[in-house]
């Protein structure tokens, strides 16, 4: 008896464990069925990503070579700008040349035009420009002794108005002004920067000023071509009042 009941409950145990295992293996199917698409999915994706991962990479690599062709556009073409600058610089100096030079041809025409409307030969214009060479030697040494002989005229006349009586007195031309070089007090006569050439006179009288105050008066006593001597007249001033620097100028 006992062993029919455990035969039973075995038999009891069995059926349950069938029933359990009919029940969950629909269960177990569908888990391993998700699991699998599961699988696939992430497989997918993961060959997805590699996917979008390798075009990334190529697609970073595109770019660094465009970037790379972009860098060597741009150094082309300040290379190509810098060229054309030189060329074009170039250019414009060359014009600047020519026109130069056709600006002398033009010249050189105009000038040979000249001598032709002369109607002289070549020799005959070098014949005259040395003739007209010869002609200004000859005024400028003829100014310079006709101005040698003013100023000894003006020399010669110091002299005779010199020799002339006291009472002559020259008229110094207007405007005359000049400066005391140098003083001599113990023989009374100074020195002034004036002389024949801006027509001072012997005898003739010029007052001494300081900063337009009156100092003295001088006669000239002796002229040379640049230079005077003068006696330091008497008066209310001092014989020493008349310093080196004074001016001395014709009385109005």
Partial sequence: MVRICLIVSLVLSIGAIVVGIVKVKPRIIDTETKLASTQASLASE????????QELTQTKSTLDATKADLDKTKTDL??????AQAAQDEAAKTKAENDKVKAE????KAQNKAFFDLGM??????????DLKVRTTERDVFTKENKVLKDRIVVLESDVIRLSPPTVRPKLPAGLTGTVKSVDPKYDFVVLDIGAQNGV???????VSREGRLIGKVEIADVETAISFANIVKGKWKKDDIQEGDTVQVEQ
């Fill in 46 to 53: 993961q060959a997805e990503k590699a996917k979008v991962q």
């Fill in 78 to 83: 300040a290379a190509k700008t810098q060229e």
């Fill in 105 to 108: 041809i033009a010249q050189v």
């Fill in 121 to 130: 030969t070549v020799e005959q214009i070098k014949k005259t420009v040395a």
């Fill in 201 to 207: 006179k012997a005898r003739g009288e010029m007052i």
